[in-house]
């Protein structure tokens, strides 16, 4: 039987052909294509500034930069999320100020956020986890109230919306990501979608060596910027997969009803929230009872391998890793993202997908399980 990836991107024909005019061009770093993809970004959140660049891990940097983040400064954000999440604030020498998170939303707990703020907080990094978003009238209710800015990770979330409020459309500064395995991809790439011109402006600069060009022949350089400016390869891809995202995310929708509607109702796993309409189901990934497995999830995931169907883990609890344990965070900090980091598997999910792939899935996980004793 064929393999079953747990993700893959839904590239066209038309997307093809549009890369391969770009590459006969002969302009091929940022141009037409970018500012289009810009363009057609900024429709996406009611016209609000958007600038891409190579990655939403540069995009969450320039963010923070942006808001005033640096040496001394403290984050607060979630530990369950990709490490790039935290891994920013470290970069620009901030503290992340870890907030445990809901075991079936995954998301950041906002009654627990304002008792962390401290003088020496600057902003508030949530994750709309896996396209779900957070409670935005109470994460900015907080912000506005103590004075803090919000960069929003919205690697998941391009296309979700909060009560028909669109992610991004609203808010302080956004970030999205174009990696292949996200909702709609650029090969790489990322994007900010800025309050206003001035902040957009601020973004060029950061993503391209902090460089102005003035009239035909002028160069300035206002501080160091990283290098992260998107290729119009990539913006040609992105075009055209964004061209794509309702019609995909409605699909993801439609699959992870399915999962749902077709999952044993008295199954040991424990499945995520389920949300509203609004989720834009970047992956489906339900908790293992790992305690009372006979063997452990690596093994888990090899028998699924197994059968042909393939089994992600999304994430480790940021804090545990060597660079965050050096930081003197350990064991028990966090325990509902340990216990996610711990049972977490995420299942084949993406446009392409058939149905009957549903039913595949969860008869494979079924049948490990029964293996596991569990
Ligand atoms: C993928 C991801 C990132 C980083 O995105 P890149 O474009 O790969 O840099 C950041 N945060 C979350 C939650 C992600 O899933």
Redesign the pocket.
């Known amino acids: 039987m064929e393999k079953l990836p747990f993700t893959k991107p839904s590239i066209d024909q038309h997307t093809i052909d549009a890369v391969v005019e770009v590459l006969k061009s002969g302009w091929l770093a940022s141009g037409p294509n970018v500012q289009r993809f810009e363009a057609a970004l900024s429709e996406h959140v009611g016209g609000r500034p958007v600038r891409v660049m ?7 940097e320039i963010a923070l930069a942006i808001a005033g983040v640096g040496p001394g400064d403290e984050v607060i954000t979630t530990p369950m ?2 490490c ?2 935290s891994n920013v604030i470290l970069r620009l020498g901030a503290r992340p100020i870890f907030v445990d998170v809901d075991l079936d939303t995954r998301n950041i707990d906002l009654d627990a956020i304002e008792s962390r703020i401290g003088p020496r907080t600057r902003a508030i990094l949530p ?1 709309h ?1 896996s396209g779900l978003s957070v409670d935005l009238d109470r994460l900015y209710e907080i912000a506005h109230r103590r004075g803090l800015r919000v960069v929003e ?1 919205a ?2 979330a391009i296309g979700s919306a909060w009560r028909n409020r669109r992610i991004g459309a609203t808010g302080d500064l956004v ?1 999205f ?3 292949p ?2 909702n709609i991809t650029s090969g ?3 994007a900010i979608v800025c309050n206003d011109a001035a902040e957009a402006k601020l973004v060029e600069l950061h993503r391209f060596n902090g460089v102005e060009r003035i009239g035909a022949d002028g160069t300035e350089v206002h501080f160091p910027g990283m290098k992260a400016n998107l290729s119009d390869i990539a913006a040609a891809i992105g075009l055209g997969q964004l061209r794509r995202l309702d019609e995909f995310n409605r699909r993801r929708r439609e699959l992870a009803n399915l999962y749902f509607e077709r999952w044993p109702k008295d199954s040991p796993l424990r499945l995520p929230a389920r949300g509203d309409d609004g989720h834009s189901w ?1 992956m489906f990934a339900p908790l293992l009872p790992v305690k009372t497995m006979r063997f452990d999830r690596a093994e888990f995931i090899r028998r699924m391998a197994e059968r042909g169907v393939a089994v992600g883990v ?2 480790r609890a940021i804090h545990l890793f060597a660079a965050y344990r050096r930081l003197g965070f350990e064991e028990g900090d966090f325990p509902i993202a340990e216990r996610i980091g711990r049972e977490t598997i995420t299942l084949p999910l993406f446009p392409s997908m058939e149905n009957t792939d549903i039913d595949r899935v969860i008869q494979a996980v079924h049948a490990v399980l029964q293996e596991s004793g569990a």
């Open positions: 190579t990655s939403a891990t540069a995009a969450l999320s990709w790039s999440t994750v986890f990770d690697a998941h970030c990501s174009f990696h395995n996200k790489e790439g990322g970047h999304h994430y």
